[in-house]
Each structure stands twice: as structure tokens, then as C-alpha cells.
DNA sequence: CCACTGACGAGTG
DNA sequence: GCACTCGCCAGTG
């Protein structure tokens, strides 16, 4: 069959190639937003990766708390959410260290799919 | 249509 | 390491 209905067709194509590029990093390692865009084919727009994990806002089956930005720390929302604090302790719970800065060494923790 | 905002990144000083 | 600028693009009023 040719057609085939899509499933949650509120998204679009561009967020559900996010979704699926997150999806796909292992549990103890980290990407980053610039990465994640590159690998779902939207190299420069890293900033659409941040939008759409926040459409997600945690609801999804998708680990979002493996994504950090290029510095390798958890990206603060706005409105002082406490959601960054729980990305921290998941990821500290599947054995991603953080350093004294609060960053995670990127070298050692890094995706390389 | 325009202005502004937002889980970002790379470059510059 | 820090502050600032520009580029990118979807969503909202």
C-alpha cells in the first residue's frame, strides 16, 4: 500500500526527524542540539531542535534529557522551570558526570554514532 | 505582513 | 572565560 496514514500529524516532517535522531542516543552519552540538527539533516539550525524538544515538554518516550548544547551543560529554560534539574539527575543517573562547573565533559560523554 | 520570542551555535574582541 | 552580534526558523499576537 502506497499511502499509509501518518501517525501524530501535528508534527511536522523537520520535527519528527528530531524526534527520531534523539531517539537514538544511547543512555549514557549526550549530543548536542548542533549535532542532533546535523544528523536529522538541518545543519545551522540547532535552534529548531531546541523548539521542537520543548513542544515535547517531557511528555513524549523520547530521551530529551540527552540533548545539551555545545558547551556541554543543561540548557536553562525560560520561566525558571525546574525541568533542568531533572535532566541533571537523569543524566547523572546513567552515569554522565558533570564537572565542578556543572559542565559534562563532551570529549568523554559524546555521541559518535 | 510585521515584530518579537525562544532547550542554539559560531565568530569576534 | 565573558559579553556581544548575527544567522536560522516556527509560533504567536
Same mark, same amino acid.
Given at each position: 500500500?502506497?499511502? !499509509?496514514?501518518?501517525?501524530m @500529524? /501535528?508534527?511536522? #516532517? @523537520? %520535527?519528527? +526527524?528530531?524526534y $527520531?535522531?534523539?531517539?537514538r542516543?544511547?543512555?549514557?552519552?549526550? $549530543?548536542? %542540539?548542533? !549535532?542532533?540538527a546535523?544528523?536529522?539533516?538541518?545543519?545551522?539550525r540547532?535552534?529548531?531542535?531546541? %523548539?521542537a524538544?520543548? +513542544?515535547?515538554?517531557g511528555?513524549? $518516550?523520547?530521551?530529551?534529557h540527552?540533548?545539551? /548544547?555545545? !558547551?556541554?551543560?543543561?540548557?536553562? *529554560?525560560? =520561566? =525558571?522551570?525546574d525541568? #533542568?534539574?531533572? !535532566? *541533571?539527575?537523569?543524566? &547523572?543517573? &546513567?552515569?554522565v558526570s558533570?564537572? +565542578?562547573?556543572?559542565?559534562i565533559?563532551? &570529549?568523554? %560523554?559524546?555521541?559518535r554514532?
Open positions: 500500500m502506497p499511502e !499509509q496514514p501518518v501517525p @500529524t /501535528n508534527s511536522s #516532517d @523537520t %520535527y519528527l +526527524a528530531i $527520531a535522531v534523539v531517539g542516543i544511547p543512555s549514557g552519552s549526550v $549530543a548536542t %542540539y548542533g !549535532q542532533v546535523v544528523l536529522a539533516g538541518l545543519p545551522g540547532a535552534r529548531l531542535v531546541g %523548539y524538544l520543548s +513542544a515535547l515538554a511528555r513524549a $518516550a523520547i530521551p530529551w540527552r540533548v545539551v /548544547n555545545a !558547551q556541554g551543560r543543561v540548557s536553562l *529554560r525560560s =520561566g =525558571g522551570s525541568v #533542568d534539574m531533572e !535532566q *541533571r539527575l537523569r543524566l &547523572e543517573h &546513567e552515569g558533570f564537572d +565542578a562547573s556543572g559542565r565533559p563532551l &570529549e568523554r %560523554y559524546l555521541w554514532p
